[in-house]
């Protein structure tokens, strides 16, 4: 049994490293509503968050909920 605990959520940066998409494309995805993010706060320029089952199902080519 493995120990290691998988990541649900990613901040850009992570999600670029384990997709192989750069953070701009990220940004283009997620404003076009191709991959679905959480803002942590309210400022524009917010911490986002990336759901890893979503960034998953992009990589699928599965469209977003």
């Known amino acids: 049994m493995s120990t290691e605990v998988q990541q649900q959520w990613f901040t850009k940066p992570q999600a670029a490293v ?7 494309e990220l940004s283009r995805l997620i404003a076009s509503g191709r991959l679905k ?21 992009l990589l699928e080519g599965s469209p977003a909920r």
């Open 37 to 57: 993010a959480s803002k942590i706060n309210s400022s524009r320029q917010g911490a986002v968050r990336i759901r890893r089952t979503d960034l998953d199902a």
């Open 18 to 24: 384990y997709s192989g998409i750069s953070q701009r």
